[in-house]
């Protein structure tokens, strides 16, 4: 049986986790902004414009959690997606500022994340799951991150990775590990739904496909 004590060690780790999630994105997006400004080199159009979609299909997840279950690790959740979402569109938008070219990369990973997205369209049709679905939103979540993060190495590769921020691959790894601590906290308040689960795989995959790209970064 939990006691009161219990209670507020849990609020006390998740506020911190919100707070420091926040902090986070902010860092994020100054450190990107000031590397972006020397050089883009290694950093792709499709990989911060799928990873937007990505935040926005968490975003839409964590609103359909937040009406199943509205405690307050499910409002921090969506705040934080709120936030990142915010974060993103501010640093993709300076890319583009900068003259991103549009590469074979980018071709490759269009086309294998459409390609994806159909076939997962057309899987939940024949099983009669609607597309809104946390599972199939969590099939494209893995689509939008996976695939341009494996395609980012490719492109470290050819071009390096001067234009990518060391704060931004440490950051990575470390908000993508408060999140699904969060994710974990928010199931043992109002459970694994299938909304949070859809999340979790789709963060999951991100962090899995982070590892390698930085091992690429890091080798490069």
């Known amino acids: 049986m939990s006691t009161s004590s219990d209670y507020l060690d849990?609020?006390?780790?998740?506020?911190?986790?919100?707070?420091?999630?926040?902090?986070?994105?902010?860092?994020?997006?100054?450190?990107?902004?000031?590397?972006?400004r020397q050089s883009i080199s290694g950093v792709s159009i499709?990989?911060?414009?799928?990873?937007?979609?990505?935040?926005?299909?968490?975003?839409f997840l964590s609103i359909a959690a937040l009406r199943h279950d509205r405690n307050r690790i499910s409002k921090q959740t969506f705040v934080l997606y709120f936030v990142w979402v915010i974060a993103m569109t501010f640093v993709f938008t300076f890319l583009?500022?900068?003259?991103?070219?549009?590469?074979?990369?980018?071709t490759v990973t269009a086309m294998i994340t459409i390609s994806g997205s159909i076939a997962a369209i057309f899987i939940a049709r024949i099983k009669h799951v609607p597309i809104t679905d946390p599972m199939v939103q969590a099939s494209f979540a893995v689509?939008?991150?996976?695939?341009?993060q494996l395609t980012l190495a490719w492109m470290i590769i050819e071009f390096g990775g001067e234009g990518i921020s060391p704060y931004v691959?440490?950051?990575?790894?470390?908000?993508?590990?408060?999140?699904?601590?969060?994710?974990w906290y928010a199931s043992l308040e109002g459970g694994w739904d299938r909304n949070r689960?859809?999340?979790?795989?789709?963060?999951?995959?991100?962090?899995?496909?982070?590892?390698?790209?930085?091992?690429?970064?890091?080798?490069?």
Not at 47 to 58: D, E, H, K, P, V
Not at 200 to 220: K, P
Request: aromatic fraction near 14%.
């Open 197 to 220: 689960r859809g999340i979790a795989i789709g963060e999951a995959s991100n962090e899995l496909t982070w590892i390698i790209a930085t091992v690429v970064w890091l080798w490069q």
């Open 46 to 59: 499709t990989w911060f414009g799928l990873w937007l979609i990505f935040l926005l299909i968490n975003l």
């Open 96 to 106: 583009l500022w900068q003259g991103a070219a549009w590469t074979k990369v980018d």
């Open 169 to 183: 691959v440490v950051l990575g790894h470390i908000t993508i590990s408060l999140r699904l601590t969060q994710l």
């Open 143 to 148: 689509l939008c991150k996976a695939v341009p």
């Open 10 to 36: 849990s609020k006390r780790v998740t506020d911190f986790l919100f707070y420091f999630q926040i902090a986070a994105a902010s860092v994020f997006v100054a450190s990107q902004l000031s590397v972006m």
